[in-house]
């Protein structure tokens, strides 16, 4: 049975030729992966962003990066999303969508235009997006504000709809980048609860870059924790604990506490 809140509507299967083969895998295999950015105007020297990273993100599973500001997490999401290649290393992943931390909304476009933007990207009529995209504005919370623009939503609202955006690319990974960063810490708490029943209801493969641990420790089913730059892994962490999930839990505080004590190094 869905978590409290969790979404029950299905998406439709993402557009594309018929018989398009999606990858090898759903998931994402890193293997000993570096990334060095080169010397550029005022930098005089390479900087290297990332050092011998190696992790894998199985179908259906939620990954969380966490790590000093700085350390290279966006950096490991763009050499998954194929926006960056690897230095030194390989990785290999499915067809995958970045949700950045601004959520990017259009604002000459209403809520709902803005939600199938992805699908208009994938060559959809506008109409066709928009009747794709409607009936999942009910189970994302946002019944009632398909017209509304971007400035008349709140800042965990605008979120959704870029959420829904991100799901509605049809790609099999999703790489979150610090989602509910710019957010206040209670509209935080109730975005993050919200997630959880989202991915509940409709399991994603996910990748989640975030500085807030326990953050990870409600969301993810494996936490791996990042030295300063260049990252490495210090640590990965199973969460083998039921949904939903309470940060009053012991079990769960007692993860977090280890998560904290990799980080500190």
Not at 6 to 30: N, V
Not at 145 to 150: D, I, K, S
Not at 160 to 183: N, Q, Y
Not at 225 to 241: N, Q
């Amino acid at each position: 049975m869905p978590a409290k809140g969790a979404m029950t509507t299905r998406l439709a299967p993402p557009l594309g030729s018929p018989g398009q083969d999606p990858g090898p895998t759903t998931g994402a295999q890193i293997r000993d992966a570096g990334f060095t950015y080169p010397a550029r105007g005022r930098r005089a020297a390479p900087v290297a962003a990332v050092e011998n990273v190696s992790f894998t993100v199985a179908e259906h599973e939620i990954v969380a990066l966490v790590g000093p500001s700085g350390c290279g997490k966006t950096t490991l999401l763009e050499l998954v999303c194929g926006l960056q290649t690897a230095s030194t290393g390989s990785v290999s992943a499915a067809p995958a969508v970045l949700m950045p931390q601004r959520d990017l909304l259009l604002p000459w476009l209403d809520a709902l235009d803005n939600a199938a933007l992805a699908l208009r990207i994938h060559g959809a009529a506008r109409d066709a997006a928009r009747e794709r995209a409607q009936p999942l504005f009910a189970a994302f919370g946002l019944e009632g504000f398909e017209h509304a623009r971007p400035y008349e939503l709140s800042g965990g609202m605008r979120q959704r709809v870029a959420f829904l955006r991100t799901l509605l690319s049809g790609k099999p990974l999703l790489c979150l980048d610090e989602p509910f960063g710019a957010l206040d810490a209670i509209t935080r708490a109730e975005m993050r609860d919200w997630l959880a029943g989202a991915l509940a209801g409709e399991p994603r493969t996910t990748l989640l870059v975030t500085h807030d641990v326990e953050e990870a420790a409600v969301l993810a089913d494996r936490i791996i924790v990042l030295s300063p730059r260049p990252a490495r892994v210090r640590a990965a962490l199973e969460v083998p604990l039921p949904r939903p999930r309470r940060v009053t839990d012991p079990a769960l505080m007692a993860i977090r506490e280890r998560a904290l004590e990799a980080l500190r190094g």
